[in-house]
């Protein structure tokens, strides 16, 4: 066998595997399970924050520190001083696979701490639903 033949094999031998680890079960309408969802190997973030300033719509500068708690549990972004381009609507990526109601604090030199309570983040079977949030930041007097 060639080794570009053994490969493939090798390769396709993985992917089945991991299908089958995959494979998760979902309850139907009338309450039966059922086997047949399968769930990809993907992370995925709960919640992604976008801060912009409340007067002018534009990228609030950094750095910026975005803060989500539920409990005693809580994630961080922390969005340094940059000298190269980022895109200046980025969208920051928190909880990652994690469902729950959480807090969430956005602070920022110059502005008012920004606070959004009670942000649900559910999941499905597989993933957790993202949620968008748009912090609109107010300049400090």
């Not at 696979?97 to 502005?111: F, I």
Request: proline share 4%; with cysteine.
């Amino acid at each position: 066998m060639t080794t570009r033949r053994w490969m493939y094999r090798a390769l396709a031998g993985c992917l089945t595997a991991l299908a089958f680890a995959c494979r998760s079960s979902s309850t139907d309408q009338d309450g039966a399970e059922r086997n047949d969802v399968v769930c990809t190997a993907d992370f995925r973030y709960g919640l992604n924050v976008t801060v912009l300033d409340a007067t002018t719509g534009a990228a609030v500068p950094r750095p910026i520190l975005i803060i989500a708690t539920e409990g005693t549990y809580a994630d961080t972004s922390q969005i340094a001083l940059s000298t190269g381009s980022a895109p200046a609507f980025a969208a920051w990526p928190l909880l990652g696979e994690r469902a729950g109601k959480y807090s969430v604090r956005v602070r920022a030199t110059g502005y008012q701490e920004w606070r959004q309570d009670d942000v649900v983040i559910t999941r499905d079977v597989c993933h957790v639903i993202p949620v968008a949030l748009t912090a609109r930041l107010v300049r400090s007097p």
